[in-house]
């Protein structure tokens, strides 16, 4: 998120995701961001008790991870999610810098990380809202594990993940290697990021982010091969 003001009228200041990707710009200083701890994908932090993952959801087998390819659209049927993606870098801050809030219905996607599909974790993020009226993730919070979130790529293939958890991090319990890091090695690994909690109006900031976790468990091609 930058750090300059914000024009008047384009949107809430969503300081919920620049303070949680600027933890991102500081971790990576120490460590890949598509290197994450092995293990279960069971959730550890988060307010696990509103999301989550319930017990007893079958989730299908991974798929293994594709070859590199940038990110063209996302889409998440469950949610009526259907967005283009653009690739963003880090501000002066150290943090992503979010598509403007000019574009609220883009997504972005952390251009110098992993490529949705290919293996590692991917990340991208969006508004939840503006002054006026909901943004692209604005319903993030209501996906579940089982739901699919499908990104089309550059070479024509559609990438297709199934949401494994979803979990709000609170901004004094926000952990930075869970979110960013992959949860299983050699698995293709998604990640959706918006605010989330309550929001401020006074300093305006969100207390929380919503984190969608998402891997890969299928592969496809657009109609059109583009």
Same mark, same amino acid.
């Given at each position: 998120?930058?750090?300059?003001?914000?024009?008047?009228?384009?949107?809430?200041?969503?300081?919920?995701?620049?303070?949680? $990707?600027?933890?991102?710009?500081?971790?990576?200083?120490?460590?890949?961001?598509?290197?994450?701890?092995?293990?279960?994908?069971?959730?550890?932090?988060?307010?696990?008790?509103?999301?989550?993952?319930?017990?007893?959801?079958?989730?299908?087998?991974?798929?293994?991870? $594709?070859?590199?390819?940038?990110?063209?659209?996302?889409?998440?049927?469950?949610?009526?999610?259907?967005?283009?993606?653009?690739?963003?870098?880090?501000? #002066?801050?150290?943090?992503?810098?979010?598509?403007?809030?000019?574009?609220?219905?883009?997504?972005?996607?952390?251009?110098?990380? !992993?490529?949705?599909?290919?293996?590692?974790?991917?990340?991208?993020?969006?508004?939840?809202?503006?002054?006026?009226?909901?943004?692209?993730?604005? #319903? $993030?919070?209501?996906?579940?594990?089982?739901?699919?979130?499908?990104?089309?790529?550059?070479?024509?293939?559609?990438?297709?993940?199934?949401?494994?958890?979803?979990?709000?991090?609170?901004?004094?319990?926000?952990?930075?290697?869970?979110?960013?890091?992959?949860?299983?090695?050699?698995?293709?690994?998604?990640? $959706?990021?918006?605010?989330?909690? !309550?929001?401020?109006?006074?300093?305006?900031?969100?207390?929380?982010?919503?984190?969608?976790?998402?891997?890969?468990?299928?592969?496809?091609?657009?109609?059109? #091969?583009?």
């Amino acid at each position: 998120m930058s750090s300059g003001t914000r024009p008047a009228g384009t949107g809430r200041l969503v300081t919920g995701v620049a303070w949680a $990707l600027l933890l991102l710009g500081l971790w990576l200083w120490g460590r890949e961001v598509t290197e994450g701890p092995g293990g279960s994908s069971a959730p550890t932090h988060g307010d696990i008790a509103a999301v989550g993952r319930p017990l007893g959801v079958a989730l299908p087998p991974a798929h293994a991870p $594709l070859a590199p390819a940038e990110p063209r659209r996302v889409e998440v049927p469950s949610l009526g999610i259907a967005a283009p993606i653009v690739a963003r870098g880090l501000d #002066g801050t150290g943090a992503i810098d979010p598509p403007p809030f000019s574009m609220p219905h883009t997504v972005g996607w952390f251009g110098a990380g !992993t490529q949705p599909g290919a293996a590692g974790a991917a990340l991208l993020v969006g508004h939840v809202d503006t002054d006026t009226r909901p943004a692209v993730f604005y #319903g $993030l919070s209501a996906a579940r594990p089982g739901a699919k979130v499908r990104v089309t790529r550059t070479d024509g293939t559609v990438a297709e993940f199934t949401v494994d958890d979803v979990q709000v991090f609170p901004r004094e319990d926000f952990d930075a290697t869970r979110v960013y890091g992959r949860r299983e090695p050699g698995r293709a690994e998604l990640r $959706l990021i918006t605010c989330g909690g !309550t929001f401020d109006r006074t300093d305006g900031t969100y207390s929380a982010n919503v984190v969608v976790s998402a891997y890969l468990t299928g592969a496809g091609t657009t109609a059109t #091969g583009t």
